[in-house]
């Protein structure tokens, strides 16, 4: 009588054919294989539209560019670069929708509207020309981001005359008191160095709690894509348009066209 072999038959699962230790570890082989893909897919992600415009250019170059002289695009190409996306991509489609916002709406991008320009497919192959109509809409639009920008220059100059005016003031008040100083005896009693940090004092703290005065943190509401906010860069607020918002991180839009990541902090809209 033959011994059956208890090994085999404990690792004989229902269809009657025995799983090896070979097999397992081959099993858990792929499934840490697998793993490991999803975390660089995951790693891989980007997350500015400055970042994704990059990847564009690098995907499409005869389509996409991020120097030069911009090409106009076919209209329709979000259709175009959303069938092109599968799990492995980096981008979403609503980054790409952000992305190709800020693209279009750059003085680069605005200014190759032009009448008899021809628009691009994702290959580069020419499609279509532009109409005159397209190109005065894009040379309004051009205009009026201009004129925004000149007048946010003007806003921030005007801004920042108080407080060139009170370190002005401040220089005269330091420079009189320490020629007074330098003229007058010592005495017993008084302090020349005392003295001298008095004078140096310059009262630009009150004007810069002024400013801030009338700004009040952005709230969640005033939070979202498309939302006009205030960004301050150095001393004056700037205003700006909200683009993508990721988690703390929000990229903004200048009236310029330029595109900066910033954190949340540093948003305000006005009291």
């Known amino acids: 009588m033959t011994t059956p072999n208890t090994d085999v038959a404990e690792n004989t699962p229902a269809t009657g054919e025995p799983t090896t230790s070979t097999d397992r570890t081959s099993e858990r082989s792929h499934e840490q294989v697998a793993e490991s893909n999803s975390e660089v897919l995951a790693a891989s992600k980007l997350t500015s539209v400055k ?15 991020i120097t030069g002289a911009a090409k106009p695009l076919k209209i329709g190409i979000f259709q175009d670069l959303a069938a ?21 709406s750059s003085w680069r991008y605005l200014q190759s509207i032009q009448s008899d320009a021809v628009r691009v497919d994702l290959t580069g192959t020419e499609v279509e020309k532009i109409d005159q109509q397209q190109a005065d809409h894009a040379a309004q639009t051009l205009a009026e981001s201009k004129a925004k920008a000149a007048e946010l220059r003007k806003q921030r100059a005007k801004a920042a005359q108080p407080a060139k005016e009170a370190h002005k003031e401040g220089q005269k008040a330091t420079n009189a008191p320490n020629k007074k100083v330098m003229n007058k005896k010592p005495s017993g009693r008084s302090n020349p160095q005392v003295l001298k940090s008095k004078v140096n004092q ?23 894509v498309g939302s006009s906010v205030l960004v301050r860069l150095g001393q004056a607020p700037m205003s700006a348009t909200v683009v993508e918002v990721a988690r703390n991180d929000v990229t903004v839009q200048l009236q310029s066209g330029m595109v900066i990541k910033t954190s949340r902090d540093s948003l305000f809209q006005q009291a």
């Not at 970042?51 to 560019?65: Q, R």
């Not at 492995?88 to 916002?101: E, F, G, N, Y």
């Open 84 to 104: 092109a996306l599968t799990e492995q991509s980096p981008i979403s489609k609503t980054q790409l929708r952000q992305a190709l916002r800020v693209y279009t």
């Open 202 to 224: 310059k009262p630009t703290a009150a004007v810069k709690n002024k400013e801030q005065a009338s700004l009040t943190p952005v709230s969640d509401t005033g939070l979202k």
């Open 51 to 65: 970042e994704v415009i990059a990847y564009l250019a690098t995907e499409y170059p005869d389509c996409f560019s």
